[in-house]
């Protein structure tokens, strides 16, 4: 059975860092990609970055040069390096298992429960 | 603000038909990407519901199916039930984003 444990989320002021890791079991985690995927409160779903089994990797606009990606395979564990928070990066942070080809033909088969990052002052 | 247009809310009696719509573009959905959707039941996480436009994963009741034409995709739920109350999103990729779009959501209500 696939599980995703997400850690590292808290109470952090704007301007400030936070690190968010995701320990994964249950499959072949170094030939899957993995992601993080945002929900604010009350909002909808918003994918924030990808890291592929071969090493790509992607962001979305709106935390590209403030957030990086990155994956330790002996470790079966996913991270995300948050910098220079902002309010509105505000939300549960889901890490999710995808399958298919990255761009056009790729889906998140497999959700963590989240875990929730409050910017705040 | 999405790329990925769903009405913001739809409602059937049990035992009905329900359709959620998903309106895109020729960047995402027409290029053509895939379509794929998740169900959030409140409080929980989202959980994989249709990939590839049309492909059930394992355990999901085939009351759901999707369809996709041009710039838009459909997710049809057939004999409503209780259990189907929640919130539903698509998916897509955006080649002019350069990145992985979710339609704006779907609270799907069971009368």
């Known amino acids: 059975e696939v599980q995703l444990l997400e850690s590292g989320g808290g109470l952090v002021q704007p301007g400030g860092s936070l690190r968010l890791s995701c320990a994964a079991s249950g499959f072949t985690f170094s030939s899957y990609a993995m992601n993080w995927v945002r929900q604010a409160p009350g909002k909808g779903l918003e994918w924030v970055s990808a890291?592929?089994?071969?090493?790509?990797?992607f962001y979305a606009d709106s935390v590209k040069g403030r957030f990086t990606i990155s994956r330790d395979n002996s470790k079966n564990t996913l991270y995300l390096q948050m910098d220079s928070l902002r309010v509105d990066d505000t939300a549960v942070y889901y890490c999710?298992?995808?399958?298919?080809?990255?761009?056009?033909?790729?889906?998140?088969?497999?959700w963590g429960q989240g875990t929730l990052v409050t910017v705040s002052s | 603000q999405s790329v990925l247009a769903q009405p913001p809310s739809v409602s059937g009696a049990p035992g009905q038909r329900v359709t959620i719509s998903c309106t895109g573009s020729?960047?995402?959905?027409?290029?053509?990407?895939?379509v794929h959707w998740y169900q959030q039941v409140p409080g929980s996480a989202p959980k994989l519901l249709m990939f590839?436009?049309?492909n059930r994963p394992s355990g999901v009741p085939d009351r759901f199916s999707g369809s996709k034409s041009g710039t838009s995709a459909s997710l049809a739920i057939t004999g409503l039930q209780a259990e189907d109350e929640a919130d539903y999103y698509c998916?897509?990729?955006?080649?002019?984003?350069?990145?992985?779009?979710f339609g704006t959501g779907t609270k799907v209500t069971v009368l």
């Open positions: 998916q897509s990729y955006d080649s002019s984003l350069s990145g992985f779009v």
């Open positions: 890291s592929g089994s071969g090493g790509s990797i």
């Open positions: 590839a436009n049309t």
């Open positions: 999710v298992k995808s399958r298919g080809q990255l761009r056009n033909n790729y889906w998140f088969d497999c």
């Open positions: 020729s960047s995402n959905i027409g290029a053509p990407s895939d």
